[in-house]
């Protein structure tokens, strides 16, 4: 089988993109199927049969779900779905017959998902149904947050991206000298330096509050640097502005991430119960103590990415994000990105 024909297998092909979601699967499903040692008889009406292999219908009806295909497109996603069954097995064949199921990379990777598969299966067992938020808590979490809602900034920000090798004492010195990002940018052309320029907005809905009282407390037109790994931002603070976000705006937003909370709380405590009562031995004691001792580390690092603004003092260390602002990382906070 060529490499066109795989590729024309994965590509979406309509609004369900149902050989997609078959496709995306097949080397999984050679793997596990053949790793239980032969053929298997599969339950449900057959709808086809592939070199003696059958495709049932609990097969189709599966596809079909996954896909959230609406009653009315059912006719023409279910006969799509079927070939694209077809061609899964065809691909489970060749796989088989390759011996690619024997790949250790592959049989680990499936091991992974079906561990991965079998934990969430038994969590969403535990946890049960989890109740929505009402409308009394989702006004109590607008009105205990107004830097989100009611009270929400944008910054607006002008950009100068370099490689992080580029930076240095002399290009700091000139923006410690600099009154504008153009002049900055100026020097960069002097000293042809490549960068790339770019815009971008902020709320303070999307940073944690770390961030944004950095932000709220530098004066328009302030220039500071954050460094992202092999590149470095050089930045210019061009506007602060409200931009209220009223309760009937803020609504499902926020009773999503209530929603999401509750459950995330259900599964910790279900964890936390875990560990209590299993015995769990780290054999790498580096390992283990390390990895455990970093992660708040970590977070703390990340709340703090904001180098000190040039031609200002640098503010003090920020200290670990305490309990109300996690859930402003929980909610998903970009941070200056």
């Known amino acids: 089988m060529n490499h066109s024909h795989i590729a024309r297998l994965i590509a979406p092909i309509s609004v369900f993109s ?45 596809e079909l779900q996954r896909a959230n295909v609406q009653a009315a497109q059912q006719e023409v996603a279910s006969k799509q779905l079927l070939e694209s069954l077809i061609d899964r097995q065809l691909l489970l064949n060749e796989a088989v017959k390759e011996k690619v199921d024997r790949d250790p990379k592959v049989v680990q990777a499936v091991e992974r998902a079906k561990a991965l598969i079998i934990a969430q299966a038994y969590m969403q067992k535990r946890i049960g149904t989890i109740t929505r938020p009402t409308k009394a808590e989702v006004e109590d979490y607008y009105n205990k947050n107004p830097q989100f809602f009611s009270q929400r900034k944008q910054f607006d920000m002008r950009e ?23 002049d900055v940018a100026a020097w960069l052309d002097n000293n042809k330096v490549k960068y790339a320029r770019t815009q971008l907005s902020r709320t303070s809905a999307d940073l944690a509050p770390e961030l944004s009282a950095k932000l709220l407390a530098m004066p328009k037109g302030q220039l500071f640097i954050i460094r992202e790994g092999d ?59 390390k990895a455990a001792a970093s992660a708040p580390a970590a977070a703390a690092a990340a709340v703090a990415s904001v180098a000190a603004p040039v031609n200002t003092p640098a503010p003090a260390a920020a200290a670990p994000a305490a309990s109300g602002s996690s859930e402003a990382n929980d909610r998903g906070v970009a941070g200056l990105k």
């Open 160 to 182: 100068l991206v370099i490689a992080s090798a580029d930076m240095n004492d002399q290009l700091k010195a000139a923006m410690d000298a600099a009154k504008s990002l153009d």
């Open 18 to 62: 149902p050989r997609l979601l078959c496709a995306g699967l097949v080397l999984l499903t050679a793997v596990s199927l053949s790793a239980c040692g032969g053929k298997e008889k599969k339950p449900g009406q057959a709808l086809a049969s592939v070199n003696g292999e059958e495709i049932t219908v609990l097969q189709l009806n599966e």
């Open 231 to 289: 590149r470095t931002l050089l930045i210019s603070l061009a506007d602060i502005r409200d931009n209220p976000a009223s309760l009937a705006q803020a609504a499902p937003q926020i009773e999503q991430f209530l929603f999401n909370k509750k459950t995330k709380d259900s599964a910790d405590a279900e964890l936390k119960r875990l560990r209590a009562t299993a015995k769990i031995d780290y054999l790498n004691k580096d390992a283990g103590g």
